[in-house]
């Protein structure tokens, strides 16, 4: 093993790993580590709750981990009547089963319902994932929305104050009447916010029934010309103009928060699409199981007080480095004097 005393905070997780290798998700790893089939510096995993670096060679069914893919992200054109989740309880198509096979595992960033077209980013990492949700980031959506009923223009730039619906409150969204057509409407809408089915929602309340709904940007990135079911990549340099500083931590994949951001027409549990993990075999039962690592490498110490501290059983914390009554050191130096006699 390369060096038991690493710390547990040091590294990453061996799911955080095995995903950013594109290898499965992290609830997958999870399982396949409870199936035995992990193995670091060739000892079975028994725990996911175990951290590897640069230095340790990670195995699934013996075979070795290759090194993680650099960031990247697609432009997907999502046609109508598809899902965005992998596996639906339904049975319904989804968008991870109509994309090419020569694309590498990857995630959606944010959602769109099955009736919603248009533009829906994918990306290999998770770190992009979470920082392009992010509400922080805080990048407009822009649609084209079509909807059955008369608007009412006064009402439709009022949402630019935001509204409230049924107690939940939603934040300001440009809407802009474009024409009428017959019993329809054709709106141009941008936000930031992006809560669950926020634009369908919002214009129920103007009394206007959605029935089209196109995402055509998602912040810099535009739909463009992209024909539908088509997926073209972001090129790199683009990536390093848009995202600026924070390219850098996500190449060092040392992006912090979790994405609490959804897209306002969004719908189900979005799941990464999986590559050929179905695999079932266990490791040699030869493998020496590894256990998660405690500060030092050393295995998790008992919850008792410590000696020489004013301990707080109840959780608080220790008063400080002073001892309390005889101390370790006063006996210490009684034993060598009778040693030095």
Same mark, same amino acid.
């Given at each position: 093993?390369?060096?038991? =005393?690493?710390?547990?905070?040091?590294?990453?997780?061996?799911?955080?790993?095995?995903?950013?290798?594109?290898?499965?998700?992290? $609830?997958?790893?999870?399982?396949?580590?409870?199936?035995?089939?992990?193995?670091?510096?060739?000892?079975?995993?028994? *725990?996911?709750?175990?951290?590897?670096?640069?230095?340790? /060679?990670?195995?699934?069914?013996?075979?070795?981990?290759?090194?993680?893919?650099?960031? +990247?992200?697609?432009?997907?054109? /999502?046609?109508?009547? #598809?899902?965005?989740?992998? $596996?639906?309880?339904?049975?319904?198509? *989804?968008?991870?089963?109509?994309?090419?096979?020569?694309?590498?595992?990857?995630?959606?960033?944010?959602?769109?319902?099955?009736? %919603?077209?248009?533009?829906?980013?994918?990306?290999?990492?998770?770190?992009?994932? +979470?920082?392009? !949700?992010?509400?922080? &980031?805080?990048?407009?959506? $822009?649609?084209?929305?079509?909807?059955?009923?008369?608007?009412?223009?006064?009402?439709?730039? !009022?949402?630019?104050?935001?509204?409230?619906?049924?107690?939940?409150?939603? =934040?300001?969204?440009?809407? &802009?009447?474009?024409?009428?057509?017959?019993?329809?409407?054709?709106?141009?809408?941008? #936000?930031?916010?992006?809560?669950?089915?926020?634009?369908?929602?919002?214009?129920?309340?103007?009394?206007?029934?959605?029935?089209?709904? #196109?995402?055509?940007?998602?912040?810099?990135?535009?739909?463009?010309?992209?024909? !539908?079911? /088509?997926?073209?990549?972001?090129?790199?340099?683009?990536?390093?103009?848009?995202?600026?500083?924070?390219?850098?931590?996500?190449?060092?994949?040392?992006?912090?928060?979790?994405?609490?951001? /959804?897209?306002?027409?969004?719908?189900?549990? *979005?799941?990464?699409?999986?590559?050929?993990?179905?695999?079932?075999?266990?490791?040699?039962?030869?493998?020496?199981?590894? =256990?998660? $690592?405690?500060?030092?490498?050393?295995?998790?110490?008992?919850?008792?007080?410590?000696?020489?501290?004013?301990?707080?059983?109840?959780?608080?914390?220790?008063?400080?480095?002073?001892?309390?009554?005889? %101390?370790?050191?006063?006996?210490?130096?009684?034993?060598?004097?009778?040693?030095?006699?």
């Amino acid at each position: 093993m390369s060096d038991e =005393k690493t710390s547990q905070f040091e590294g990453d997780r061996v799911a955080k790993v095995l995903a950013r290798a594109g290898v499965c998700s992290r $609830r997958d790893a999870e399982r396949m580590v409870a199936d035995g089939r992990i193995a670091v510096n060739g000892r079975r995993l028994d *725990t996911p709750a175990f951290n590897v670096t640069a230095k340790d /060679k990670i195995t699934v069914d013996g075979k070795p981990v290759a090194e993680p893919d650099p960031p +990247r992200l697609w432009r997907y054109h /999502k046609p109508a009547g #598809l899902v965005t989740t992998a $596996r639906d309880p339904q049975g319904r198509d *989804t968008v991870f089963q109509k994309l090419p096979a020569s694309l590498p595992r990857v995630n959606a960033v944010g959602r769109l319902d099955i009736n %919603t077209e248009g533009l829906l980013l994918l990306t290999n990492d998770g770190g992009m994932k +979470r920082l392009l !949700e992010l509400p922080s &980031t805080g990048w407009l959506r $822009r649609y084209r929305v079509r909807a059955f009923g008369k608007a009412d223009e006064a009402k439709l730039k !009022e949402l630019k104050h935001g509204i409230t619906i049924d107690g939940v409150n939603y =934040k300001s969204i440009d809407a &802009t009447l474009e024409r009428q057509q017959g019993g329809n409407v054709w709106l141009s809408m941008a #936000l930031r916010e992006g809560k669950n089915r926020e634009i369908k929602r919002v214009l129920e309340a103007l009394d206007l029934k959605v029935n089209r709904l #196109l995402r055509l940007s998602f912040g810099p990135f535009q739909l463009g010309q992209l024909d !539908e079911g /088509k997926v073209e990549e972001v090129p790199r340099r683009v990536l390093r103009q848009q995202l600026g500083k924070n390219w850098q931590s996500i190449v060092d994949g040392t992006v912090r928060g979790a994405s609490a951001d /959804k897209d306002e027409d969004a719908s189900g549990e *979005t799941t990464p699409r999986s590559r050929s993990d179905a695999r079932r075999g266990k490791l040699r039962d030869t493998a020496e199981p590894l =256990k998660a $690592r405690s500060p030092k490498g050393k295995s998790a110490p008992k919850k008792s007080a410590p000696k020489g501290r004013n301990f707080k059983p109840s959780g608080g914390k220790p008063s400080g480095d002073k001892p309390s009554g005889k %101390t370790p050191s006063s006996r210490k130096g009684a034993s060598d004097a009778r040693g030095r006699r």
